[in-house]
């Protein structure tokens, strides 16, 4: 092996680590969702306005502001309770407990879509894809301030 090659062969293998590095650094960064990717659908808040309506207004406010002990959905005490959580504590958190007086009756796909509806009132915006219908699945999507810039 000349000098020449030598060199030419470490210079790939840097080369190679470097695009290495950086790709693994773009896939942690396009799995790093949050509620500000838009992640669900205009349609789904929809949906998730009129089911909210039935199943959830009686005790939460027909503007998400709360009555008495059932705490508003929007807002910043509302925000501060759910930051950094995630899509899927929340979907949990509604699935489980909630409505109070009729705990899991709703379907995943119902739940999503009201979590839908509550995120559109806090002006997360709408995307191109529907907020998943169970808990890990939406566990990815992290629940927080929006991001600068
Ligand atoms: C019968 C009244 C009632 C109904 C109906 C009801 N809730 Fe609640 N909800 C409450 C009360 C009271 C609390 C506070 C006590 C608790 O957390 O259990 C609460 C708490 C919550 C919380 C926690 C809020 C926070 O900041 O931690 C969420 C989220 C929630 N409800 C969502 C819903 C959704 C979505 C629906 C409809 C599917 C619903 N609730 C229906 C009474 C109700």
Redesign the pocket.
């Known amino acids: 092996m000349t000098m020449i090659d030598k060199t030419r062969g470490l210079w790939l293998l840097a080369a190679a680590t470097t695009m290495f590095g950086a790709a693994v650094v773009a896939n942690a960064q396009a799995s790093e969702r949050s509620v500000w990717s838009g992640v669900y659908t205009a349609e789904q808040a929809t949906r998730g306005k009129a089911a909210?309506a039935a199943?959830?207004a009686?005790?939460?406010g027909d503007s998400l502001s709360g009555i008495d002990?059932?705490?508003a959905?929007t807002g910043s005490g509302?925000l501060n309770?759910?930051n950094n959580t995630s899509a899927g504590d929340?979907l949990g958190?509604?699935q489980t407990?909630?409505?109070?007086?009729a705990p899991g009756s709703?379907s995943g796909k119902t739940?999503a879509d009201?979590e839908a509806y509550?995120f559109q009132s806090n002006g997360f915006p709408a995307g191109e894809l529907a907020l998943p219908p169970s808990q890990p699945m939406a566990a990815g999507i992290k629940i927080g301030a929006k991001p600068a810039g």
């Open positions: 909210y199943n959830c009686a005790c939460h002990v059932a705490p959905l509302f309770n759910w929340l958190r509604i407990t909630m409505p109070l007086n709703l739940v009201i509550i």
